[in-house]
């Protein structure tokens, strides 16, 4: 039962939404195509479907229940269509969002969700499925793992989708399911929106002294940018020494402002506008305007728990964990207080050191009697980055000039060519893009007869007006055998420092490991050799399991002779002097103490709001009151402001997958250090010793996917299961 929607059945020439014979024609959508595109393939899905479920009740159990080839791949087949193009559609509004994709997006939302549950919900299905399963039998062949896998995984989702809900509480699923996807959208939309509105003009140029040439130019070309229309200069007339500057929210701007202006006040109102995007405690300067996302946080809360019950879970964070490696709420909590048992004596000291070279350093203002109780949280990343500086004789400008995007991205490709036995090639022109600054690649496999075997595109600066923050991989195209897609593509996004004139794009040591993060992912999902799309790649992996690959990427990073393979000075193509690097691979500890308290904050605070926290008690607990008693627990030694709104911008927990999940980074840390550990048993300079664990890693980690669970995974890999030992000495701890 082949999908008749992108082809043929309704006009796939006048709608590019419709035309799915390659790759996106990004260049001709435009918002008033998605809702006619939505309808004509949810109305096929169905018609499918039905016809699906019809042969599963006519024909006999044997041949429709135990045939895996009459389900699963068909149910590939009929999903297509309307994934490819959700897929394409939600991929736009995270990138090119403006008004009226907004619109249709939303308005298709909750057609889309109604739909993708009516096949969830099918109680035929499940049966056949649950037939399908109990007949197969246990095998070491992977066609047949991943077969299984994905019969399971189906099942798993069925069960937690609401296949087992009857009446009132199926109905109220469904509302709950569709008006979550709602919130979710409203919510970033409003992260978005509430990041663009804010600016500071700066005409003073004292306030400039001591900070970077490269930040001025961001924030002198910023203002250019948005008073263009009111003046005659061109961008060369620009002068970032002179200014005006125009500092932002957007995450190249602010980090450079908060570690590098001077003026307590200035850094104050930054923070304070950053901690308080989306809330109630935003000063918002357009009228008749609402982005509070507390409201929104309170309902998600609760549909989330209500939604919990019907499933006969206790809470969220039961239901989340119901398909990932971790077994219980308590099973996260003794790993993140195993580590911060280590992380926190250390994360004092650090915050101590820092307050007083602050003192010592910085004037009346920092002292003892103007500030009895220590820094603020807006002097912290000031004054960590003036200490730095100070103990290791190296200044993040120092090290722009050699790292420049394309050949960091260049000295990756190398890296990922020599030990995972693959080539990666531009390919600008063989796809169409929806931003001139997006750069496509062919990925071919040089271990086999040099085939095409994956593509990804590459979104990698900053684009405030419309492209959210932060960095992520996504998927474009699945590998899949019944869909006949054999060339899996991926997303790569990134929001790095944009050319400035002859300059070309100068990336931080920190956008640097992020797009090597990025790529991890990337590969993941683009080396598999699954062929059943819903375990192929990233799918059907444990959440808790998916950072493996890109954290595993990270540790590349300090790695000598895969630094000098892309950090050379952009003008003269010297070399990074080697005592730069030694610093470099010296700051990987940093102030370890802090990052790993902050990121075990952030996880048990996520796993507190879904666990324990009753979004409808009559004690008059708040969220925030939630992030103050965890702070205490685990950031007790830098406690948030009472005007804190951090949670109204948590993203990765309210309008991301990583709900109960924002642990993942650490428990997937554990692997990806371990994973790492047996290229330096065999020594990192043992090129053909590396080569061989590179293929093991490929083979297993980045070609199994979803296909056979994680855990086995990694034995396959490692020969063994992880343990933190080298997580915690990576990271300075042990």
């Given at each position: ?69 009459s389900i699963v791949p068909e149910l590939e087949r009929l999903q297509f269509p309307l994934s490819y193009t959700w897929g394409v559609a939600g991929h736009l509004n995270a990138v090119k969002n403006g008004d009226e994709l907004r619109q249709a997006y939303e308005r298709a939302q909750p057609m889309v969700v109604k739909a993708f549950s009516e096949l969830s919900q099918s109680r035929v ?566 080569q061989k664990v590179g293929r093991s890693f490929r083979d297993t980690v980045l070609s199994l996917g979803g296909g056979v669970h994680p855990s086995d995974v990694y034995r396959r890999f490692r020969g063994r299961d992880p343990t933190p030992e080298a997580l915690l000495r990576h990271k300075g701890l042990s």
């Amino acid at each position: 039962m082949a999908s008749s929607v992108a082809s043929n059945a309704i006009g796939a020439p006048s709608n590019p939404f419709l035309d799915q014979a390659g790759l996106p024609k990004f260049s001709k959508f435009e918002p008033q195509y998605l809702l006619p595109a939505i309808d004509a393939q949810i109305d096929q899905m169905r018609a499918e479907f039905k016809s699906l479920e019809g042969s599963l009740v006519s024909s006999p159990k044997e041949e429709a229940c135990e045939n895996y080839d009459s389900i699963v791949p068909e149910l590939e087949r009929l999903q297509f269509p309307l994934s490819y193009t959700w897929g394409v559609a939600g991929h736009l509004n995270a990138v090119k969002n403006g008004d009226e994709l907004r619109q249709a997006y939303e308005r298709a939302q909750p057609m889309v969700v109604k739909a993708f549950s009516e096949l969830s919900q099918s109680r035929v299905l499940f049966d056949s499925l649950t037939h399908l399963k109990e007949s197969m039998e246990t095998s070491h062949d992977f066609r047949e793992q991943q077969r299984r896998r994905a019969v399971e995984k189906s099942l798993k989702e069925m069960k937690l989708g609401g296949v087992g809900l009857d009446g009132e509480n199926k109905e109220r699923f469904n509302q709950i399911k569709i008006r979550l996807s709602e919130i979710s959208t409203k919510f970033s939309n409003n992260v978005l929106d509430s990041t663009k509105a804010f600016s500071l003009t700066i005409h003073d140029a004292q306030k400039m002294v001591g900070v970077p040439s490269s930040a001025k130019n961001i924030w002198a070309q910023a203002y250019f940018a948005k008073n263009a229309s009111a003046t005659t200069s061109t961008s060369k007339e620009v002068d970032p020494d002179k200014g005006p500057w125009l500092v932002t929210l957007d995450g190249p701007s602010y980090i450079a402002a908060m570690q590098h202006i001077n003026d307590r006040a200035i850094r104050e109102q930054l923070y304070r506008a950053y901690l308080t995007r989306a809330s109630d405690m935003e000063n918002i300067q357009e009228t008749n305007t609402s982005r509070n996302n507390v409201p929104l946080i309170q309902e998600i809360l609760t549909l989330r728990l209500e939604a919990a019950k019907l499933l006969g879970f206790q809470n969220h964070a039961e239901q989340s964990l119901a398909s990932k490696m971790a077994t219980s709420v308590n099973a996260v909590k003794e790993l993140s207080d195993l580590i911060a048992a280590k992380a926190l004596p250390m994360a004092y000291a650090e915050l101590d050191t820092i307050t007083s070279y602050a003192r010592e350093h910085g004037g009346a203002e920092y002292s003892v009697e103007s500030m009895p109780n220590g820094l603020m949280p807006w002097d912290i990343t000031f004054w960590s980055e003036r200490y730095k500086e100070n103990k290791f004789s190296l200044k993040e400008e120092d090290l722009l000039p050699y790292f420049s995007f394309e050949a960091v991205l260049s000295g990756l490709f190398s890296l990922v060519e020599r030990i995972f036995g693959i080539e990666v090639k531009p390919a600008d022109g063989d796809a169409d893009v929806w931003n001139k600054d997006v750069r496509f690649f062919h990925i071919y496999d040089k271990e086999g007869n040099g085939e095409h075997i994956a593509s990804f595109y590459l979104d990698p600066y900053s684009r405030p007006a419309d492209k959210r923050g932060g960095a992520w991989m996504d998927v474009c195209i699945n590998k899949s055998e019944a869909c006949g897609r054999n060339v899996p593509v991926a997303y790569l996004t990134c929001n790095g420092r944009n050319p400035v004139g002859d300059v070309p794009s100068l990336m931080s040591f920190n956008e640097v490991t992020t797009l090597a993060h990025e790529l991890g992912h990337g590969l993941q999902h683009m080396l598999t050799k699954a062929t059943v799309g819903d375990v192929a790649g990233i799918n059907g992996v444990e959440w808790d399991a998916v950072e493996l690959p890109s954290q595993f990427m990270e540790n590349w990073c300090y790695h000598k002779p895969t630094v000098y393979g892309f950090a050379k000075h952009y003008k003269t193509n010297e070399p990074l002097p080697e005592e730069m690097f030694n610093k470099l691979k010296l700051q990987k500890t940093f102030n370890a103490g802090m990052m790993t308290m902050r990121q075990i904050y952030f996880g048990q605070m996520d796993m507190e709001l879904h666990s324990s926290y009753d979004p409808g008690n009559d004690k008059g607990e708040t969220i925030f009151d939630v992030q103050h008693r965890v702070a205490k627990m685990y950031s007790p030694h830098l406690l948030p402001m009472e005007w804190d709104r951090f949670l109204c911008s948590f993203s990765h927990i309210f309008a991301g997958g990583y709900s109960a999940g924002y642990y993942s980074y650490l428990w997937a840390e554990v692997m990806s250090a371990d994973a790492f550990c047996a290229f330096e048993d065999v020594g990192l300079d043992k090129e053909d010793e590396v080569q061989k664990v590179g293929r093991s890693f490929r083979d297993t980690v980045l070609s199994l996917g979803g296909g056979v669970h994680p855990s086995d995974v990694y034995r396959r890999f490692r020969g063994r299961d992880p343990t933190p030992e080298a997580l915690l000495r990576h990271k300075g701890l042990s």
